[in-house]
């Protein structure tokens, strides 16, 4: 169950989002809620098979999920392992997954598990396709992400999907200068030279021409 950021923490005031949360119903935000989600389906899934087949099939599903994020994070170590290039894209969706303790928490991680210099990208979500009742991504959010990821260590944090936001450019960790700008797909300048930060000769991990 996603327990969503509905709240103001520390007050734990409502905000307006738990209005848009209960209207879509995209979310349980009770155990009590999400029990009565699971019975309906155990009581559909009965109908054609034995209540304990039901249930063995929807746990299955339970593990899939976590085996999920097993692999995903083992893929994450592997790779960042090896010599090959890794970098995170994050897709931060309203009610979903914009809690900034969770982004803190898996900040830490990338960190302790891939290196400080792996770099991550959180990006906006927009309605389209499948998923057309949930509001696209604050900038507040994915700023505040990015805010996050950078307090914890994290070198090389872009905001995506906002074409213009300097959040999109690299940044030198060492002088703070602008090392590769962005504006949407393009590259509007290159301040790296033989690897190194033009400014002040700080390493920028990268694959440079």
């Not at 899939?64 to 890794?86: F, G, Q, Y």
């Not at 805010?147 to 999109?168: D, I, K």
Request: glycine share 10%; net charge positive.
């Amino acid at each position: 169950m996603h327990f969503t950021t509905v709240v103001t923490p520390p007050q734990g005031k409502p905000t307006g989002r738990l209005d848009v949360v209960k209207a879509a119903a995209v979310a349980r935000l009770t155990q009590e809620d999400w029990q009565k989600t699971r019975d309906k389906m155990l009581a559909t899934c009965g109908q054609c098979h034995s209540r304990n087949f039901a249930r063995a099939e929807l746990e299955k599903g339970d593990q899939m999920i976590r085996e999920t994020d097993r692999l995903m994070a083992e893929a994450i170590r592997t790779v960042a392992k090896s010599k090959v290039w890794l970098e995170i894209v994050y897709l931060v969706i309203p009610t979903l997954n914009d809690r900034m303790d969770l982004i803190r928490e898996m900040a830490k991680w990338v960190r302790g598990e891939a290196g400080e210099h792996v770099p991550v990208h959180f990006s906006r979500f927009n309605p389209m396709y499948l998923v057309k009742n949930l509001p696209p991504t604050p900038l507040s959010t994915l700023e505040s992400a990015r805010r996050t990821a950078l307090e914890e260590g994290l070198r090389f944090v872009y905001v995506g999907n906002v074409p213009g936001h300097g959040g999109e450019s690299t940044y030198c960790p060492g002088c703070g200068g602008v090392a590769v700008g962005r504006v949407g797909y393009s590259v509007e300048s290159v301040r790296i030279k033989k690897g190194k930060c033009e400014k002040c000769g700080t390493p920028i991990p990268g694959i440079w021409a």
